[in-house]
């Protein structure tokens, strides 16, 4: 693993986090990554999303919750998600020196607990949502954006058309109470995992391609 590996206490607990700089350009901004519920700070997905974002100036941090640091499939409960990811950006800020902008947010799950801080008024300078999990696979009755109208800082999502976790029209709806400075941009054929299929005409790495160019440009506007 390349970057910066630190331990990061927890409560009475610990994980790991690692720092990645970009690996082109000045860095124009600290992204602070959190992983799915499946998935965790060194899965395919997580390290595809952080490699392209590192490519467009953007500086990384990965983490895993606690529940994957200790080799547990059972997803903590949001708090500890939660105060897992507050304590990462804290050390973030100790070790980097508050950098500005500094982003939280992160795959799926991950995304949606930052999410949750960032509704109850977290200090940070943006919000950028890979996959935001809107409802379970086929239970859109299970709506999870009760929380999304409460936050004001800016936000980036972005979700595949064929995302079930995520049906467009629902999170159009949802949107529609949110006053945020919030930035929805669709990849077209992309699955919950930012995957297309061959038929689409385009691959894997286009869409990652996309989605480091979409945050490259988002990030050039948000203010700190």
Request: charged letters at 20%; a neutral charge; one cysteine or more.
């Given at each position: 693993?390349?970057?910066?590996?630190?331990?990061?206490?927890?409560?009475?607990?610990?994980t790991r986090a690692v720092y990645e700089p970009?690996?082109?350009?000045?860095?124009?901004?600290?992204?602070?990554?959190?992983?799915?519920?499946?998935?965790?700070?060194?899965?395919?997905?997580?390290?595809?999303?952080?490699?392209?974002?590192?490519?467009?100036?953007?500086?990384?941090?990965?983490?895993?919750?606690?529940?994957?640091?200790?080799?547990?499939?059972?997803?903590?409960?949001?708090?500890?998600?939660?105060?897992?990811?507050?304590?990462?950006?804290?050390?973030?800020?100790?070790?980097?020196?508050?950098?500005?902008?500094?982003?939280?947010?992160?795959?799926?799950?991950?995304?949606?607990?930052?999410?949750?801080?960032?509704?109850?008024?977290?200090?940070?300078?943006?919000?950028?949502?890979?996959?935001?999990?809107?409802?379970?696979?086929?239970?859109?009755?299970?709506?999870?954006?009760?929380?999304?109208?409460?936050?004001?800082?800016?936000?980036?999502?972005?979700?595949?058309?064929?995302?079930?976790?995520?049906?467009?029209?629902?999170?159009?709806?949802?949107?529609?109470?949110v006053t945020a400075p919030w930035e929805m941009?669709?990849?077209?054929?992309?699955?919950?995992?930012?995957?297309?299929?061959?038929?689409?005409?385009?691959?894997?790495?286009?869409?990652?391609?996309?989605?480091?160019?979409?945050?490259?440009?988002?990030?050039?506007?948000?203010?700190?």
């Amino acid at each position: 693993m390349s970057g910066t590996e630190w331990r990061v206490a927890v409560g009475t607990e610990e994980t790991r986090a690692v720092y990645e700089p970009p690996s082109s350009g000045a860095e124009s901004a600290v992204f602070v990554c959190a992983h799915g519920a499946g998935g965790s700070m060194s899965d395919r997905s997580t390290l595809a999303a952080a490699n392209a974002l590192r490519s467009r100036g953007i500086g990384v941090v990965r983490f895993n919750f606690l529940y994957k640091e200790k080799g547990s499939g059972r997803p903590d409960p949001m708090p500890k998600l939660m105060a897992t990811t507050t304590a990462v950006v804290d050390r973030v800020r100790a070790e980097l020196g508050s950098p500005r902008p500094l982003i939280i947010g992160g795959r799926s799950m991950g995304g949606r607990a930052a999410s949750m801080l960032a509704a109850e008024g977290y200090d940070a300078d943006g919000l950028l949502l890979l996959a935001y999990p809107l409802h379970p696979p086929g239970q859109p009755e299970k709506m999870r954006d009760a929380h999304l109208p409460r936050i004001t800082m800016p936000v980036l999502c972005m979700n595949g058309t064929r995302d079930a976790f995520c049906t467009p029209a629902l999170m159009e709806r949802a949107l529609a109470t949110v006053t945020a400075p919030w930035e929805m941009h669709w990849l077209d054929g992309a699955d919950h995992s930012f995957h297309v299929p061959k038929s689409s005409g385009r691959n894997d790495v286009a869409l990652l391609a996309e989605v480091a160019d979409v945050s490259e440009r988002w990030v050039r506007t948000l203010k700190h």
